[in-house]
């Protein structure tokens, strides 16, 4: 009776042992399902995570600051650059407006000065304004050297990149969960 006990006991720490191996899902795997839904002049177009890894992609300096004041940053991002984006939505024009929306139900609005790193809201450290800073709007897939973190916003998050060291932008814009863009 004993063996047959200890044998249970055995299976179901094993059970339990392999069970727990399985529940944990790396972001690889987490973002394998993700789609990105691109809509423009009545068609849609999915992406996938890795159809957005072959594009072009810059790569820069991020730092923002919240509505409350809280500063994330500064980091590392590497994205493709939304000129690109727009070039698979068959072009934009000066009256074009990209509409981004967060699986969460967040909603952000570039028109064609922002979508080309113009009219952004910049700041230094000290949160003095700064003028004509070059910002590089891009769908964000990574972030100091490794892929964003759900928590970060990932899979992919629209991120307010640039050259410099220490150029803040309101984080509004960085949305999260970038799940459809829509080109109006």
């Given at each position: 009776?004993?063996?047959i006990?200890f044998?249970?006991?055995v299976?179901l720490f094993?059970?339990?042992?392999?069970?727990?191996?399985?529940?944990d899902i790396?972001?690889?795997?987490?973002?394998?399902?993700?789609?990105?839904?691109?809509?423009?002049?009545?068609?849609e177009?999915?992406?996938?995570l890795?159809?957005?890894?072959?594009?072009?992609?810059?790569a820069?300096?991020?730092?923002?600051?919240s509505?409350?004041g809280?500063?994330?940053?500064?980091l590392?991002?590497?994205?493709?650059?939304?000129?690109?984006?727009v070039k698979?939505?068959?072009?934009?024009n000066e009256?074009s407006r990209l509409?981004f929306?967060?699986?969460d139900g967040?909603?952000?609005?570039?028109d064609?000065?922002q979508?080309?790193g113009k009219?952004f809201i910049?700041?230094?450290e000290?949160?003095?304004?700064?003028?004509?800073?070059n910002i590089?709007?891009?769908?964000?897939?990574?972030q100091?050297?490794?892929q964003?973190?759900?928590?970060?916003g990932?899979?992919?998050r629209?991120a307010l990149?640039?050259?410099k060291n220490?150029i803040?932008?309101?984080?509004?814009?960085?949305?999260?969960w970038?799940?459809?863009i829509?080109?109006?």
């Open positions: 009776m004993r063996h006990s044998l249970i006991v299976s094993l059970s339990v042992l392999l069970s727990a191996g399985c529940t790396s972001n690889s795997d987490r973002y394998n399902d993700y789609n990105l839904t691109l809509s423009y002049d009545g068609n177009k999915n992406l996938t890795s159809d957005l890894e072959n594009l072009p992609s810059f820069g300096n991020g730092y923002l600051i509505t409350v809280i500063r994330y940053g500064p590392m991002g590497r994205g493709v650059p939304l000129t690109e984006v698979i939505m068959n072009g934009i009256s509409y929306y967060g699986s967040y909603l952000w609005v570039l064609y000065d979508i080309h009219e910049t700041f230094d000290n949160l003095t304004e700064l003028k004509d800073q590089t709007p891009v769908l964000m897939y990574e100091d050297g490794k964003i973190t759900e928590e970060d990932g899979p992919v629209l990149l640039t050259e220490g803040i932008t309101e984080g509004s814009g960085w949305v999260k970038i799940s459809r829509e080109l109006h």
